[in-house]
């Protein structure tokens, strides 16, 4: 259930892998650090991934970042198998409120496409370019991760 907030940075990606493969991968921290976080994706370390994935759970993933460390938070809203992950995200310490990510993955020929939406509170409208950009860098690292090259996953 998503609480609509105004602002909305959607982006979409299609996998050769089934939807389940897909929505695992979001709740598993050793790909989390792999496709979301981490040298292969910027220039970061990975301090560590916590991760209680249930209704209400809560993850921290802290990285460091030009010497400095940054959480990101978030609670699990919605976990619905493979079909939609919902969860709040926000930066420890920060002072941006928090926001919410919608993932929806559909199953398709061969594969699935997934949908990811951030929502965003007003006065966030500047940020969608960036949220849209950062959130397909990890989508395409995440299909990178998943495929072999041949429609298999590598997982």
């Not at 970042?65 to 420890?92: A, C, K, M, S």
């Amino acid at each position: 259930m998503s609480t609509k907030l105004p602002v909305h940075a959607v982006t979409t990606a299609l996998f050769s892998v089934d939807a389940e493969r897909v929505f695992d991968a979001w709740l598993d921290t050793d790909l989390i650090g792999q496709f979301m976080f981490g040298p292969g994706l910027r220039d970061e370390t990975i301090v560590r991934l916590t991760n209680e994935p249930r209704v209400g759970g809560k993850f921290s993933f802290v990285v460091s970042r030009q010497r400095e460390e940054v959480n990101h938070t978030g609670e699990y809203i919605e976990i619905d198998r493979p079909r939609r992950l919902v969860f709040t995200w926000t930066i420890e310490g920060d002072d941006s409120p928090v926001s919410l990510v919608v993932i929806e993955i559909a199953s398709i020929v061969d594969g699935c496409e997934l949908t990811l939406t951030h929502e965003m509170a007003s006065g966030w409208e500047d940020f969608v370019e960036r949220s849209k950009m950062a959130w397909g860098k990890m989508l395409d690292k995440l299909t990178e991760i998943l495929y072999d090259g041949q429609g298999k996953g590598r997982i």
